[in-house]
């Protein structure tokens, strides 16, 4: 089927309509976070048209003043919130998830996939279907787990409970079947049990898939909101992401902080993604079901 020139140019158009407003209030976060906070409640007030509004999105001047406060302290700022503290927490919580969920999703997609044992596939698609209930049916349970082992206010009830992700199985696992079982059983020839064959041969084949699990469960935990705020009441374990409604009421009507504070949440993951972009398009290949 031939696309007429006409038809590239409407699908061009549609596209850069929906990047603009998918881009648009980013944009308006970053030029935001570079002016002062009198500046931005100012520069919105009696507005002409929206290319008035636009051009009055441009900060005057540019000014890093919200992130030095934001880091450094300043005129305003409340030490309870402690943005160094909730950056570290963050990265200890999400870079631990990540490992873990990573090498225990690809064990278990080994182990359903490729060692047959009484009851496997049953057990599989009934974690497949208990999965499908709304995370928040589970928020209560969770907490009076993780009060019973004294995690309250302890980064362990921010790893261990995200390690039970059973779409990460399921994906690796639609992954394996792409992989010729040929090759498992040439290694056992060679001498090499169950794990050999799972770590020295499978990992390896897995890798691209192994890297999309790792970014979306890094920013998954990067960016959970709801069960941080539950289980964290004290400050300095907070995370980052669940910290930033402490900066609400620190600073009051200092909205132009609150912006840098949310632009800071938004580098990890952004870099994260910059790096691994190509591995990123294979995982929407490998959701849809098809082998990257």
Request: hydrophobic share 55%; charged share 15%; with cysteine.
């Amino acid at each position: 089927m031939t696309i007429s020139k006409t038809e590239r140019w409407v699908a061009f158009a549609f596209l850069a309509a929906l990047a603009f407003f998918w881009l648009f209030p980013i944009v308006w976060m970053l030029m935001n976070a570079f002016r002062t906070d009198a500046d931005f409640i100012t520069s919105f007030t009696n507005i002409r048209g929206s290319f008035d509004y636009l051009t009055r999105m441009i900060p005057k001047p540019v000014t890093l003043v919200n992130f030095k406060e934001l880091f450094l302290g300043g005129q305003g700022t409340n030490t309870t919130a402690k943005l160094d503290e909730m950056l570290k927490n963050s990265f200890v919580v999400s870079i631990s998830v990540t490992l873990l969920v990573v090498f225990l999703a690809s064990l278990a997609a080994y182990a359903y996939e490729r060692l047959d044992f009484p009851g496997g596939n049953a057990i599989f698609w009934a974690l497949m279907y208990m999965s499908m209930f709304p995370n928040v049916v589970a928020v209560l349970p969770l907490f009076k787990i993780a009060n019973s082992l004294g995690w309250v206010n302890n980064l362990n009830a921010l790893i261990w409970p995200g390690l039970a992700g059973v779409f990460n199985i399921f994906l690796l696992r639609n992954f394996l079947k792409g992989i010729p079982k040929d090759f498992d059983e040439a290694a056992r020839i060679d001498g090499a049990n169950s794990f050999q064959v799972y770590w020295r041969l499978i990992v390896p084949m897995m890798a691209p898939a192994l890297i999309i699990v790792g970014l979306f469960t890094f920013n998954g935990s990067w960016n959970d909101f709801l069960w941080p705020t539950i289980v964290m009441t004290d400050v300095d374990h907070q995370t980052l992401t669940a910290g930033l409604r402490l900066l609400t009421g620190q600073y009051e009507q200092k909205w132009a902080h609150m912006i840098a504070s949310c632009v800071v949440s938004m580098v990890p993951p952004f870099l994260l993604y910059l790096v691994a972009q190509r591995y990123f398009l294979q995982g929407i290949a490998i959701q849809a079901g098809v082998k990257g």
